[in-house]
Protein backbone atom coordinates (compact mmCIF):
# COMPACT_ATOMS: atom_id res chain seq x y z
CA UNK A 1 0.00 0.00 0.00
CA UNK A 2 1.28 3.56 -0.56
CA UNK A 3 1.92 6.04 1.91
CA UNK A 4 -0.63 8.78 0.16
CA UNK A 5 -4.07 7.56 -0.64
CA UNK A 6 -6.43 9.72 -3.42
CA UNK A 7 -8.49 10.15 -0.42
CA UNK A 8 -5.73 12.03 1.20
CA UNK A 9 -5.79 14.33 -1.54
CA UNK A 10 -9.69 14.73 -1.19
CA UNK A 11 -9.50 15.77 2.35
CA UNK A 12 -6.15 18.27 1.68
CA UNK A 13 -8.33 20.54 -1.36
CA UNK A 14 -10.84 20.42 1.62
CA UNK A 15 -8.73 21.36 4.45
CA UNK A 16 -6.56 24.03 2.39
CA UNK A 17 -9.99 25.38 0.51
CA UNK A 18 -9.58 29.47 0.81
CA UNK A 19 -5.66 29.05 3.03
CA UNK A 20 -4.32 28.59 -0.53
CA UNK A 21 -4.90 30.74 -4.15
CA UNK A 22 -6.25 28.82 -6.91
CA UNK A 23 -3.54 30.21 -9.27
CA UNK A 24 -3.91 31.13 -12.89
CA UNK A 25 -3.57 28.42 -16.01
CA UNK A 26 -1.63 30.53 -18.88
CA UNK A 27 -1.18 29.63 -22.48
CA UNK A 28 0.68 30.78 -25.50
CA UNK A 29 -0.09 30.08 -28.84
CA UNK A 30 4.13 30.69 -29.65
CA UNK A 31 4.78 28.26 -27.16
CA UNK A 32 2.26 25.56 -28.29
CA UNK A 33 3.84 26.03 -31.84
CA UNK A 34 7.15 25.55 -30.92
CA UNK A 35 6.03 22.60 -28.75
CA UNK A 36 3.74 21.31 -30.85
CA UNK A 37 1.28 20.84 -28.54
CA UNK A 38 -1.35 22.50 -26.81
CA UNK A 39 0.10 23.39 -23.17
CA UNK A 40 -1.13 24.61 -19.97
CA UNK A 41 0.89 26.04 -18.09
CA UNK A 42 -0.14 25.79 -13.47
CA UNK A 43 1.48 29.10 -12.09
CA UNK A 44 2.15 28.20 -8.89
CA UNK A 45 4.32 30.80 -9.08
CA UNK A 46 1.68 33.12 -7.83
CA UNK A 47 0.99 30.74 -4.94
CA UNK A 48 1.20 32.27 -1.91
CA UNK A 49 5.52 32.31 -0.52
CA UNK A 50 6.19 31.94 -3.86
CA UNK A 51 5.77 28.13 -4.78
CA UNK A 52 3.70 25.08 -4.41
CA UNK A 53 5.12 24.29 -1.13
CA UNK A 54 2.47 26.60 0.74
CA UNK A 55 -0.14 23.76 0.05
CA UNK A 56 1.95 20.62 1.70
CA UNK A 57 2.63 23.15 4.24
CA UNK A 58 -0.88 23.99 5.03
CA UNK A 59 -2.06 20.97 4.65
CA UNK A 60 0.05 19.27 7.13
CA UNK A 61 -0.38 22.38 9.78
CA UNK A 62 -4.07 22.31 9.43
CA UNK A 63 -3.58 18.32 9.63
CA UNK A 64 -1.95 18.58 13.04
CA UNK A 65 -4.24 18.19 16.45
CA UNK A 66 -3.98 21.24 18.48
CA UNK A 67 0.03 21.75 17.86
CA UNK A 68 1.92 23.76 20.52
CA UNK A 69 4.47 24.52 17.81
CA UNK A 70 6.15 23.28 14.10
CA UNK A 71 9.76 23.36 12.85
CA UNK A 72 11.69 21.98 9.57
CA UNK A 73 14.57 22.58 7.89
CA UNK A 74 15.13 23.93 4.70
CA UNK A 75 17.51 26.34 2.89
CA UNK A 76 14.22 27.50 0.47
CA UNK A 77 10.86 27.43 -0.74
CA UNK A 78 9.84 25.58 2.28
CA UNK A 79 11.05 27.34 4.79
CA UNK A 80 8.85 30.72 3.55
CA UNK A 81 5.98 28.00 3.46
CA UNK A 82 5.89 26.42 6.84
CA UNK A 83 6.68 29.65 7.79
CA UNK A 84 3.91 31.13 6.37
CA UNK A 85 1.16 28.40 7.24
CA UNK A 86 2.16 28.58 10.80
CA UNK A 87 1.84 31.91 11.53
CA UNK A 88 -1.57 31.85 9.73
CA UNK A 89 -2.43 29.20 12.41
CA UNK A 90 -0.93 31.09 15.27
CA UNK A 91 1.28 28.08 15.57
CA UNK A 92 5.33 28.97 16.36
CA UNK A 93 7.41 27.39 13.91
CA UNK A 94 11.09 27.13 14.37
CA UNK A 95 13.37 27.06 11.29
CA UNK A 96 16.63 25.53 10.49
CA UNK A 97 18.68 26.92 8.14
CA UNK A 98 22.18 26.71 6.68
CA UNK A 99 24.38 29.69 7.47
CA UNK A 100 25.34 30.44 4.12
CA UNK A 101 21.64 30.37 2.93
CA UNK A 102 20.67 33.53 0.73
CA UNK A 103 20.20 36.58 3.16
CA UNK A 104 16.35 36.94 0.84
CA UNK A 105 15.56 33.56 2.00
CA UNK A 106 16.26 34.08 5.43
CA UNK A 107 14.74 37.53 5.67
CA UNK A 108 11.74 36.60 3.84
CA UNK A 109 11.01 33.28 6.47
CA UNK A 110 11.46 35.72 9.50
CA UNK A 111 9.34 38.35 7.94
CA UNK A 112 6.74 35.43 8.13
CA UNK A 113 6.98 35.16 11.89
CA UNK A 114 9.72 32.42 12.05
CA UNK A 115 12.26 31.55 14.78
CA UNK A 116 14.92 30.92 12.53
CA UNK A 117 18.07 28.73 13.80
CA UNK A 118 21.37 29.02 11.95
CA UNK A 119 23.39 25.64 11.57
CA UNK A 120 26.46 24.68 9.45
CA UNK A 121 25.60 23.85 5.75
CA UNK A 122 26.14 20.11 5.80
CA UNK A 123 23.38 17.56 5.96
CA UNK A 124 24.21 16.07 8.81
CA UNK A 125 24.72 19.32 10.84
CA UNK A 126 20.81 20.50 9.31
CA UNK A 127 19.79 17.53 11.06
CA UNK A 128 21.42 17.45 14.17
CA UNK A 129 20.27 21.17 14.90
CA UNK A 130 16.45 19.96 13.72
CA UNK A 131 16.35 17.06 16.03
CA UNK A 132 17.91 19.54 18.91
CA UNK A 133 14.89 22.05 18.23
CA UNK A 134 12.67 19.32 18.18
CA UNK A 135 13.87 18.09 21.53
CA UNK A 136 13.92 21.01 22.88
CA UNK A 137 10.71 22.49 21.92
CA UNK A 138 8.56 20.05 21.45
CA UNK A 139 7.57 20.91 18.08
CA UNK A 140 6.40 18.77 15.31
CA UNK A 141 8.31 18.02 12.35
CA UNK A 142 6.91 19.23 8.67
CA UNK A 143 9.24 17.17 6.84
CA UNK A 144 9.73 19.10 3.64
CA UNK A 145 8.62 16.35 1.72
CA UNK A 146 8.64 12.89 3.27
CA UNK A 147 5.38 13.54 4.97
CA UNK A 148 2.17 12.03 3.85
CA UNK A 149 0.41 15.52 4.49
CA UNK A 150 2.97 17.40 2.54
CA UNK A 151 2.59 14.98 -0.08
CA UNK A 152 -1.02 14.96 -0.33
CA UNK A 153 -1.36 18.98 -0.09
CA UNK A 154 1.10 19.19 -3.42
CA UNK A 155 -1.08 16.88 -5.29
CA UNK A 156 -4.20 19.57 -5.02
CA UNK A 157 -1.99 21.63 -7.30
CA UNK A 158 -2.92 18.90 -10.44
CA UNK A 159 -6.12 18.84 -9.38
CA UNK A 160 -7.09 22.41 -10.30
CA UNK A 161 -4.43 22.10 -13.44
CA UNK A 162 -7.07 19.08 -14.83
CA UNK A 163 -10.35 20.86 -13.95
CA UNK A 164 -9.10 24.47 -15.69
CA UNK A 165 -7.58 22.65 -18.39
CA UNK A 166 -8.58 20.63 -21.67
CA UNK A 167 -7.80 17.19 -20.29
CA UNK A 168 -3.80 16.44 -20.86
CA UNK A 169 -2.38 13.41 -21.96
CA UNK A 170 0.72 14.63 -20.89
CA UNK A 171 1.61 16.24 -17.61
CA UNK A 172 5.20 17.64 -16.52
CA UNK A 173 6.33 18.33 -12.71
CA UNK A 174 9.93 19.15 -11.15
CA UNK A 175 11.58 16.63 -9.47
CA UNK A 176 13.63 16.96 -6.28
CA UNK A 177 12.66 15.61 -2.78
CA UNK A 178 9.97 13.97 -5.12
CA UNK A 179 6.81 15.77 -3.25
CA UNK A 180 5.31 17.65 -6.20
CA UNK A 181 5.69 14.56 -7.99
CA UNK A 182 4.49 11.89 -5.43
CA UNK A 183 1.51 14.49 -4.73
CA UNK A 184 0.79 14.83 -8.71
CA UNK A 185 1.38 10.76 -9.26
CA UNK A 186 -1.33 10.00 -6.84
CA UNK A 187 -3.97 12.57 -8.04
CA UNK A 188 -3.32 11.78 -11.50
CA UNK A 189 -4.11 7.83 -11.14
CA UNK A 190 -7.87 8.49 -9.83
CA UNK A 191 -8.68 11.77 -12.26
CA UNK A 192 -7.48 10.74 -15.29
CA UNK A 193 -5.50 7.17 -15.27
CA UNK A 194 -4.28 7.09 -19.04
CA UNK A 195 -2.40 10.38 -18.52
CA UNK A 196 1.52 10.16 -18.52
CA UNK A 197 3.20 11.90 -15.89
CA UNK A 198 6.61 12.96 -16.36
CA UNK A 199 9.22 13.82 -13.71
CA UNK A 200 12.06 16.53 -14.67
CA UNK A 201 15.16 16.73 -12.66
CA UNK A 202 18.82 18.07 -13.91
CA UNK A 203 21.09 16.68 -14.86
CA UNK A 204 23.24 18.14 -12.20
CA UNK A 205 21.33 16.45 -9.90
CA UNK A 206 19.57 13.48 -11.36
CA UNK A 207 19.17 11.30 -8.29
CA UNK A 208 15.81 10.07 -9.26
CA UNK A 209 16.72 8.73 -12.83
CA UNK A 210 19.58 7.19 -11.61
CA UNK A 211 17.33 5.49 -8.01
CA UNK A 212 14.48 4.13 -10.47
CA UNK A 213 17.17 2.53 -12.94
CA UNK A 214 18.74 0.83 -10.40
CA UNK A 215 15.68 0.73 -7.44
CA UNK A 216 17.90 1.69 -4.98
CA UNK A 217 17.23 5.50 -3.64
CA UNK A 218 20.53 7.19 -4.16
CA UNK A 219 20.71 10.15 -1.38
CA UNK A 220 24.86 10.56 -1.28
CA UNK A 221 25.71 12.86 -4.29
CA UNK A 222 26.77 16.12 -4.74
CA UNK A 223 24.47 18.17 -6.70
CA UNK A 224 25.62 20.73 -9.26
CA UNK A 225 22.85 22.48 -11.02
CA UNK A 226 21.32 26.02 -11.51
CA UNK A 227 17.86 24.31 -10.30
CA UNK A 228 18.58 25.27 -6.23
CA UNK A 229 14.95 23.72 -5.53
CA UNK A 230 16.33 20.27 -7.03
CA UNK A 231 19.48 19.24 -5.00
CA UNK A 232 17.76 17.39 -2.17
CA UNK A 233 17.35 13.09 -2.34
CA UNK A 234 14.26 11.89 -2.99
CA UNK A 235 12.77 10.69 0.34
CA UNK A 236 11.78 7.19 1.07
CA UNK A 237 7.83 7.34 1.05
CA UNK A 238 8.39 9.87 -2.07
CA UNK A 239 10.88 7.06 -3.81
CA UNK A 240 7.92 4.52 -3.13
CA UNK A 241 5.60 6.46 -4.73
CA UNK A 242 7.06 7.41 -7.95
CA UNK A 243 8.95 4.11 -8.37
CA UNK A 244 5.52 2.44 -8.72
CA UNK A 245 3.43 5.39 -10.28
CA UNK A 246 5.61 7.03 -12.72
CA UNK A 247 5.86 6.74 -16.11
CA UNK A 248 8.91 8.58 -17.02
CA UNK A 249 11.80 10.68 -15.67
CA UNK A 250 13.44 13.20 -18.35
CA UNK A 251 17.01 14.40 -16.95
CA UNK A 252 17.32 18.11 -18.52
CA UNK A 253 20.64 18.89 -19.34
CA UNK A 254 21.56 21.92 -17.49
CA UNK A 255 22.58 24.37 -20.17
CA UNK A 256 18.66 23.82 -21.39
CA UNK A 257 17.40 25.46 -18.22
CA UNK A 258 18.53 29.23 -18.75
CA UNK A 259 16.33 29.07 -22.25
CA UNK A 260 13.74 27.78 -21.00
CA UNK A 261 13.20 30.38 -17.66
CA UNK A 262 13.50 32.99 -20.99
CA UNK A 263 10.90 31.47 -23.04
CA UNK A 264 8.48 31.61 -20.28
CA UNK A 265 9.49 35.79 -19.39
CA UNK A 266 9.19 36.37 -23.17
CA UNK A 267 5.84 34.69 -23.92
CA UNK A 268 4.34 34.49 -20.88
CA UNK A 269 6.12 37.76 -19.42
CA UNK A 270 6.04 36.03 -15.61
CA UNK A 271 9.16 35.02 -13.50
CA UNK A 272 9.44 31.78 -12.88
CA UNK A 273 12.86 29.96 -10.73
CA UNK A 274 15.31 27.52 -12.25
CA UNK A 275 13.42 24.63 -10.49
CA UNK A 276 10.46 25.41 -12.42
CA UNK A 277 12.14 25.90 -15.83
CA UNK A 278 13.42 22.08 -15.48
CA UNK A 279 9.55 20.92 -16.33
CA UNK A 280 9.36 23.61 -19.42
CA UNK A 281 12.56 22.80 -20.90
CA UNK A 282 11.58 19.10 -22.48
CA UNK A 283 8.92 20.96 -24.20
CA UNK A 284 12.00 22.96 -26.39
CA UNK A 285 14.42 19.74 -26.66
CA UNK A 286 11.23 17.93 -27.87
CA UNK A 287 12.15 15.32 -25.09
CA UNK A 288 8.42 14.83 -24.54
CA UNK A 289 7.32 15.06 -28.61
CA UNK A 290 4.81 12.77 -29.78
CA UNK A 291 3.78 11.85 -26.03
CA UNK A 292 0.62 13.76 -26.33
CA UNK A 293 -0.99 16.50 -28.36
CA UNK A 294 -2.07 18.29 -24.80
CA UNK A 295 0.35 18.81 -22.33
CA UNK A 296 -0.15 20.42 -18.53
CA UNK A 297 2.95 21.89 -16.88
CA UNK A 298 3.40 22.61 -13.06
CA UNK A 299 5.14 26.03 -12.89
CA UNK A 300 6.53 25.16 -9.64
CA UNK A 301 7.83 28.82 -8.27
CA UNK A 302 8.80 31.84 -8.63
CA UNK A 303 11.21 32.61 -6.05
CA UNK A 304 14.63 34.26 -7.67
CA UNK A 305 16.80 37.48 -7.04
CA UNK A 306 15.88 40.75 -8.78
CA UNK A 307 18.60 41.62 -11.80
CA UNK A 308 20.13 44.70 -11.70
CA UNK A 309 19.92 46.02 -14.90
CA UNK A 310 22.53 47.09 -17.43
CA UNK A 311 22.47 49.54 -20.52
CA UNK A 312 23.29 47.64 -23.66
CA UNK A 313 22.91 49.78 -27.03
CA UNK A 314 20.05 52.44 -27.57
CA UNK A 315 19.05 55.17 -29.59
CA UNK A 316 19.90 58.50 -29.84
CA UNK A 317 22.94 58.76 -27.52
CA UNK A 318 20.76 57.20 -24.93
CA UNK A 319 20.97 53.48 -23.58
CA UNK A 320 18.64 51.14 -23.90
CA UNK A 321 17.63 49.24 -20.57
CA UNK A 322 18.10 45.69 -20.68
CA UNK A 323 18.47 42.97 -17.49
CA UNK A 324 21.36 41.73 -17.01
CA UNK B 1 -12.74 70.94 -29.06
CA UNK B 2 -10.45 68.32 -28.10
CA UNK B 3 -9.33 65.80 -31.49
CA UNK B 4 -10.45 62.43 -29.85
CA UNK B 5 -13.85 62.05 -28.11
CA UNK B 6 -15.53 59.40 -25.94
CA UNK B 7 -17.33 57.86 -29.02
CA UNK B 8 -14.25 57.23 -30.86
CA UNK B 9 -13.07 55.05 -27.61
CA UNK B 10 -16.46 53.65 -27.79
CA UNK B 11 -15.72 52.73 -31.37
CA UNK B 12 -12.28 51.45 -30.89
CA UNK B 13 -13.91 49.28 -28.04
CA UNK B 14 -16.04 47.29 -30.75
CA UNK B 15 -13.41 47.47 -33.31
CA UNK B 16 -10.98 45.43 -31.61
CA UNK B 17 -12.93 43.20 -29.33
CA UNK B 18 -11.53 39.88 -29.97
CA UNK B 19 -8.05 41.03 -31.64
CA UNK B 20 -6.46 41.93 -28.33
CA UNK B 21 -6.57 40.44 -24.88
CA UNK B 22 -8.64 41.20 -22.21
CA UNK B 23 -5.54 41.51 -20.17
CA UNK B 24 -5.74 40.49 -16.50
CA UNK B 25 -6.13 42.93 -13.02
CA UNK B 26 -3.81 41.66 -10.31
CA UNK B 27 -3.34 42.86 -6.56
CA UNK B 28 -0.97 41.98 -3.88
CA UNK B 29 -1.71 42.60 -0.08
CA UNK B 30 2.01 43.62 0.43
CA UNK B 31 1.52 45.92 -2.00
CA UNK B 32 -1.43 47.69 -0.49
CA UNK B 33 -0.41 47.29 2.70
CA UNK B 34 2.96 49.47 1.74
CA UNK B 35 0.99 51.64 -0.42
CA UNK B 36 -1.98 52.00 2.30
CA UNK B 37 -4.60 52.05 -0.48
CA UNK B 38 -6.11 49.21 -2.93
CA UNK B 39 -4.17 48.62 -5.95
CA UNK B 40 -5.55 47.50 -8.88
CA UNK B 41 -2.85 46.15 -11.34
CA UNK B 42 -3.50 46.33 -15.06
CA UNK B 43 -1.09 44.11 -17.01
CA UNK B 44 -0.60 45.25 -20.53
CA UNK B 45 2.57 43.72 -20.27
CA UNK B 46 0.59 40.52 -21.14
CA UNK B 47 -1.13 41.96 -23.99
CA UNK B 48 -0.07 40.85 -27.51
CA UNK B 49 3.35 42.18 -28.99
CA UNK B 50 3.90 42.58 -24.94
CA UNK B 51 2.26 46.44 -24.40
CA UNK B 52 -0.92 48.10 -24.75
CA UNK B 53 0.48 49.33 -28.06
CA UNK B 54 -1.16 46.77 -29.69
CA UNK B 55 -4.87 48.40 -29.01
CA UNK B 56 -4.09 51.65 -30.35
CA UNK B 57 -2.18 49.85 -33.47
CA UNK B 58 -4.88 47.34 -34.19
CA UNK B 59 -7.77 50.46 -33.84
CA UNK B 60 -5.81 52.53 -36.29
CA UNK B 61 -5.23 49.70 -38.83
CA UNK B 62 -8.30 48.59 -38.37
CA UNK B 63 -10.17 51.70 -38.90
CA UNK B 64 -8.54 52.16 -42.12
CA UNK B 65 -10.37 51.88 -45.71
CA UNK B 66 -8.93 49.21 -47.81
CA UNK B 67 -5.22 50.54 -47.22
CA UNK B 68 -2.64 49.06 -49.10
CA UNK B 69 0.07 49.45 -46.68
CA UNK B 70 1.04 50.87 -43.33
CA UNK B 71 4.60 52.69 -42.24
CA UNK B 72 5.62 54.65 -39.06
CA UNK B 73 9.32 54.85 -37.29
CA UNK B 74 9.66 53.54 -33.97
CA UNK B 75 12.67 51.45 -32.08
CA UNK B 76 10.17 50.15 -29.54
CA UNK B 77 7.10 49.11 -29.21
CA UNK B 78 5.02 50.61 -31.62
CA UNK B 79 7.63 49.00 -34.03
CA UNK B 80 5.73 45.63 -32.84
CA UNK B 81 2.64 46.80 -32.71
CA UNK B 82 2.06 47.82 -35.91
CA UNK B 83 4.03 45.06 -37.26
CA UNK B 84 1.10 42.66 -35.79
CA UNK B 85 -1.91 44.29 -36.49
CA UNK B 86 -1.17 45.14 -40.31
CA UNK B 87 -0.01 41.24 -40.33
CA UNK B 88 -2.99 40.45 -38.73
CA UNK B 89 -5.44 42.42 -41.44
CA UNK B 90 -2.69 40.93 -44.21
CA UNK B 91 -1.85 44.75 -44.85
CA UNK B 92 2.04 45.59 -45.52
CA UNK B 93 3.94 47.14 -42.93
CA UNK B 94 6.88 49.35 -43.43
CA UNK B 95 8.90 50.30 -39.76
CA UNK B 96 11.76 52.33 -40.07
CA UNK B 97 13.77 51.59 -37.28
CA UNK B 98 17.08 53.30 -36.24
CA UNK B 99 20.06 50.84 -37.03
CA UNK B 100 21.01 51.28 -33.25
CA UNK B 101 17.86 49.40 -32.29
CA UNK B 102 18.32 46.67 -30.02
CA UNK B 103 18.52 42.84 -32.38
CA UNK B 104 15.64 41.61 -30.31
CA UNK B 105 13.12 44.56 -31.12
CA UNK B 106 14.56 44.37 -34.93
CA UNK B 107 14.05 40.44 -35.08
CA UNK B 108 10.84 40.82 -33.35
CA UNK B 109 9.38 43.60 -35.85
CA UNK B 110 10.65 41.75 -38.34
CA UNK B 111 9.28 38.07 -37.26
CA UNK B 112 5.59 39.99 -37.19
CA UNK B 113 5.97 40.33 -40.74
CA UNK B 114 7.50 43.59 -41.15
CA UNK B 115 9.49 44.97 -43.85
CA UNK B 116 12.09 46.83 -41.51
CA UNK B 117 13.98 50.26 -42.87
CA UNK B 118 17.01 51.22 -41.32
CA UNK B 119 18.17 55.08 -40.33
CA UNK B 120 20.83 56.63 -38.72
CA UNK B 121 19.51 57.20 -35.24
CA UNK B 122 18.65 61.15 -35.24
CA UNK B 123 15.04 62.75 -34.99
CA UNK B 124 15.45 64.58 -37.88
CA UNK B 125 16.63 61.09 -39.84
CA UNK B 126 14.02 58.70 -38.78
CA UNK B 127 10.98 61.35 -40.15
CA UNK B 128 12.82 62.06 -43.47
CA UNK B 129 13.32 58.17 -43.83
CA UNK B 130 9.63 57.90 -42.81
CA UNK B 131 8.29 60.50 -45.00
CA UNK B 132 10.44 59.08 -47.94
CA UNK B 133 8.94 55.81 -47.52
CA UNK B 134 5.43 56.75 -47.32
CA UNK B 135 6.19 58.54 -50.87
CA UNK B 136 7.49 55.53 -52.22
CA UNK B 137 5.39 52.94 -50.95
CA UNK B 138 1.54 54.97 -50.69
CA UNK B 139 1.81 53.70 -47.72
CA UNK B 140 -0.88 55.31 -44.37
CA UNK B 141 1.05 55.89 -41.47
CA UNK B 142 -0.06 55.09 -38.45
CA UNK B 143 1.90 57.45 -35.79
CA UNK B 144 2.95 56.16 -32.46
CA UNK B 145 0.99 58.85 -30.50
CA UNK B 146 -0.21 61.97 -32.23
CA UNK B 147 -2.95 60.38 -34.19
CA UNK B 148 -6.96 59.86 -32.85
CA UNK B 149 -7.38 56.49 -33.95
CA UNK B 150 -4.35 54.97 -31.71
CA UNK B 151 -5.45 57.50 -28.88
CA UNK B 152 -8.67 55.72 -28.97
CA UNK B 153 -7.16 52.79 -28.94
CA UNK B 154 -4.87 53.03 -25.93
CA UNK B 155 -8.23 54.57 -24.18
CA UNK B 156 -9.93 51.31 -24.17
CA UNK B 157 -7.25 50.01 -21.32
CA UNK B 158 -8.42 51.63 -18.51
CA UNK B 159 -12.01 50.77 -19.75
CA UNK B 160 -11.59 47.18 -18.87
CA UNK B 161 -9.55 48.21 -15.65
CA UNK B 162 -12.71 50.39 -14.69
CA UNK B 163 -14.81 47.08 -15.22
CA UNK B 164 -12.63 44.47 -13.66
CA UNK B 165 -11.99 46.75 -10.44
CA UNK B 166 -13.92 48.41 -7.26
CA UNK B 167 -14.17 52.01 -8.36
CA UNK B 168 -10.79 53.70 -8.90
CA UNK B 169 -10.13 56.91 -7.07
CA UNK B 170 -6.68 57.47 -8.44
CA UNK B 171 -5.33 56.59 -11.86
CA UNK B 172 -1.98 56.20 -12.82
CA UNK B 173 -0.51 55.77 -16.58
CA UNK B 174 3.07 56.52 -17.60
CA UNK B 175 3.70 59.37 -19.81
CA UNK B 176 5.97 59.64 -22.50
CA UNK B 177 4.49 60.47 -26.38
CA UNK B 178 1.40 60.74 -24.35
CA UNK B 179 -1.12 58.32 -26.14
CA UNK B 180 -1.81 55.80 -23.65
CA UNK B 181 -2.51 58.90 -20.92
CA UNK B 182 -4.49 60.76 -23.24
CA UNK B 183 -6.73 57.85 -24.29
CA UNK B 184 -7.22 57.39 -20.76
CA UNK B 185 -8.20 60.86 -20.06
CA UNK B 186 -10.70 60.76 -22.42
CA UNK B 187 -12.05 57.28 -21.24
CA UNK B 188 -12.16 58.45 -17.61
CA UNK B 189 -13.49 62.06 -17.91
CA UNK B 190 -16.84 59.67 -19.16
CA UNK B 191 -17.12 56.91 -16.90
CA UNK B 192 -15.70 58.37 -13.70
CA UNK B 193 -15.73 62.06 -13.81
CA UNK B 194 -14.10 62.56 -10.40
CA UNK B 195 -11.46 60.01 -10.53
CA UNK B 196 -7.95 61.39 -10.14
CA UNK B 197 -5.80 60.68 -13.52
CA UNK B 198 -2.19 61.05 -12.87
CA UNK B 199 0.68 61.21 -15.65
CA UNK B 200 3.80 59.65 -14.23
CA UNK B 201 7.13 60.16 -16.36
CA UNK B 202 10.94 59.51 -15.44
CA UNK B 203 13.04 62.32 -14.21
CA UNK B 204 15.43 61.80 -17.09
CA UNK B 205 12.52 62.68 -19.34
CA UNK B 206 10.30 65.34 -17.88
CA UNK B 207 9.34 67.21 -20.71
CA UNK B 208 5.28 66.79 -19.73
CA UNK B 209 5.26 67.95 -16.65
CA UNK B 210 7.66 71.57 -18.04
CA UNK B 211 5.20 71.60 -20.76
CA UNK B 212 2.41 71.48 -18.55
CA UNK B 213 4.24 74.30 -16.59
CA UNK B 214 5.08 76.29 -18.88
CA UNK B 215 2.24 75.86 -21.45
CA UNK B 216 4.15 75.39 -24.37
CA UNK B 217 5.02 72.32 -25.90
CA UNK B 218 8.77 70.98 -25.05
CA UNK B 219 10.21 69.24 -27.67
CA UNK B 220 13.64 70.03 -28.13
CA UNK B 221 15.12 67.92 -24.96
CA UNK B 222 18.01 65.09 -24.48
CA UNK B 223 16.09 62.10 -22.62
CA UNK B 224 18.53 60.11 -19.98
CA UNK B 225 15.82 57.84 -18.97
CA UNK B 226 16.24 54.09 -17.75
CA UNK B 227 12.65 54.41 -19.57
CA UNK B 228 12.87 53.60 -22.96
CA UNK B 229 9.36 53.79 -23.78
CA UNK B 230 9.16 57.24 -22.54
CA UNK B 231 11.97 59.18 -24.00
CA UNK B 232 9.79 60.93 -27.21
CA UNK B 233 8.07 64.37 -26.09
CA UNK B 234 4.27 64.73 -26.23
CA UNK B 235 2.95 65.14 -29.48
CA UNK B 236 0.57 68.07 -30.27
CA UNK B 237 -2.85 65.65 -29.87
CA UNK B 238 -1.62 64.45 -26.84
CA UNK B 239 -0.53 67.69 -25.42
CA UNK B 240 -4.05 69.09 -26.47
CA UNK B 241 -5.58 66.68 -24.75
CA UNK B 242 -3.14 66.31 -21.64
CA UNK B 243 -3.23 69.88 -21.01
CA UNK B 244 -7.35 70.09 -20.57
CA UNK B 245 -7.96 66.95 -19.14
CA UNK B 246 -5.11 65.65 -16.69
CA UNK B 247 -5.17 66.17 -12.83
CA UNK B 248 -1.39 65.71 -12.56
CA UNK B 249 1.66 65.08 -13.21
CA UNK B 250 4.14 63.30 -10.93
CA UNK B 251 7.84 63.08 -12.14
CA UNK B 252 9.82 59.88 -11.01
CA UNK B 253 13.56 60.47 -10.14
CA UNK B 254 15.49 57.71 -11.85
CA UNK B 255 16.63 55.94 -8.71
CA UNK B 256 13.08 55.08 -7.80
CA UNK B 257 12.40 53.02 -10.75
CA UNK B 258 14.64 49.97 -10.60
CA UNK B 259 13.10 49.22 -6.91
CA UNK B 260 9.05 49.66 -8.59
CA UNK B 261 10.05 46.97 -11.41
CA UNK B 262 12.04 44.86 -8.12
CA UNK B 263 8.51 45.12 -6.20
CA UNK B 264 6.47 44.34 -8.77
CA UNK B 265 8.87 40.87 -9.76
CA UNK B 266 8.87 40.01 -6.30
CA UNK B 267 5.09 40.33 -5.16
CA UNK B 268 3.47 40.06 -8.29
CA UNK B 269 6.17 37.50 -10.36
CA UNK B 270 5.59 39.40 -13.64
CA UNK B 271 8.14 41.04 -15.96
CA UNK B 272 7.65 44.48 -16.55
CA UNK B 273 9.80 47.34 -18.25
CA UNK B 274 11.17 50.09 -17.21
CA UNK B 275 8.58 52.80 -18.15
CA UNK B 276 6.04 50.44 -16.74
CA UNK B 277 7.35 50.97 -13.45
CA UNK B 278 7.20 54.86 -13.74
CA UNK B 279 3.79 54.34 -12.82
CA UNK B 280 4.45 51.93 -10.14
CA UNK B 281 6.83 54.16 -8.40
CA UNK B 282 4.42 56.67 -6.63
CA UNK B 283 2.76 53.95 -5.11
CA UNK B 284 6.27 53.20 -2.89
CA UNK B 285 7.27 56.85 -2.76
CA UNK B 286 4.20 58.37 -1.03
CA UNK B 287 3.87 61.20 -4.04
CA UNK B 288 0.30 60.08 -4.50
CA UNK B 289 -0.67 59.06 -0.91
CA UNK B 290 -4.17 60.47 0.33
CA UNK B 291 -5.12 61.38 -3.34
CA UNK B 292 -7.40 58.10 -2.64
CA UNK B 293 -7.80 54.58 -1.42
CA UNK B 294 -8.58 52.38 -3.96
CA UNK B 295 -5.88 52.94 -7.18
CA UNK B 296 -5.38 51.56 -10.68
CA UNK B 297 -2.41 51.19 -12.91
CA UNK B 298 -1.71 50.64 -15.60
CA UNK B 299 1.44 48.02 -16.41
CA UNK B 300 2.27 49.24 -19.72
CA UNK B 301 4.56 46.96 -21.24
CA UNK B 302 6.88 44.19 -20.40
CA UNK B 303 9.47 43.90 -23.39
CA UNK B 304 12.63 43.89 -21.33
CA UNK B 305 15.32 41.50 -22.02
CA UNK B 306 16.15 38.22 -20.42
CA UNK B 307 18.70 38.46 -17.89
CA UNK B 308 21.65 36.32 -17.42
CA UNK B 309 22.08 34.43 -14.36
CA UNK B 310 25.19 34.44 -12.03
CA UNK B 311 25.85 32.31 -8.79
CA UNK B 312 25.78 34.01 -5.67
CA UNK B 313 26.47 32.10 -2.42
CA UNK B 314 24.78 28.75 -1.69
CA UNK B 315 25.07 25.78 0.56
CA UNK B 316 26.93 22.65 0.63
CA UNK B 317 29.10 24.13 -1.85
CA UNK B 318 26.56 24.16 -4.83
CA UNK B 319 25.69 27.47 -5.54
CA UNK B 320 22.28 29.13 -5.39
CA UNK B 321 20.86 31.17 -8.32
CA UNK B 322 20.27 34.84 -8.98
CA UNK B 323 19.84 36.69 -11.91
CA UNK B 324 22.13 39.60 -12.11
Known amino acids: MLPVAWSDVQAA ?21 SASAHVYFKCENVQRT ?31 ALALAAWVRGVPAHIVMPDNASPAKIAATKAYGAHVVF ?10 TADRIGRETGATL ?15 AVCELIEDTATPE ?5 VGGGGLLSGTLIAVRELLPNAIVIGCEPAGADD ?21 GLRTPLGESTFTIIRHLVDDI ?35 SGAVRNRGSTVGVVLSGGNVAFPGLQPTGGEEGVNSPSVA
Open 50 to 80: GSFKYRGATNAVRSLHEPTAVYTHSSGNHAQ
Open 170 to 174: VILVP
Open 13 to 33: RRRIDGLVHRTPVLTSQTINA
Open 142 to 156: VHPHDDPAVIAGQGT
Open 208 to 228: ASRSLATGQRITDFVPRTIAD
Open 250 to 284: VVVPEEEILPAMRMIWERLKIVIEPSAAVAVAPLL
Open 119 to 128: CAPTNENRWQ
